[in-house]
């Protein structure tokens, strides 16, 4: 069973940078696609980013793609999230999930998702 934890949120000023974690434990990291996924106050759940249990392919949604840069250390058990240029719109609550999906880049909602953290951006 693999645990999830997120770190790093915080509150920020619009054009500035924050690099989020996950770190896992309870199982190895190695076969699992992860990802990034957010929900701001009354919206649903988005999916922002991806990776491959390689790490060499991943997905970025429209809203951020060349923005935030999605990358993981199997060794560390760690995924992170380095966003740079935000903006007020990145506000929302972070999670990670992580789930064996075979050749697939993103896990789902069936996976193990952590608790999530709070990124706000101030305009």
């Known amino acids: 069973q693999v645990q999830l934890v997120e770190s790093g949120g915080g509150l920020v000023q619009a054009g500035g940078s924050l690099r989020l974690s996950c770190t896992a434990s309870?199982?190895?990291?190695?076969?699992?696609?992860m990802g990034w996924f957010r929900q701001a106050p009354g919206q649903g759940r988005e999916r922002i980013t991806c990776i491959h249990w390689s790490g060499t392919r991943s997905f970025y949604a429209a809203s951020v793609k060349d923005r935030f840069t999605i990358s993981r250390d199997n060794a560390k058990k760690t995924l992170y999230l380095q966003m740079d240029y935000l903006k007020p719109e990145d506000t929302a609550m972070y999670y990670c999930a992580a789930e064996k999906v075979g050749n697939r880049n993103c896990p789902t909602d069936s996976g193990h998702w952590g608790q999530g953290t709070q990124v706000t951006v101030s305009s």
């Open positions: 309870g199982s190895a990291i190695d076969d699992y696609a």
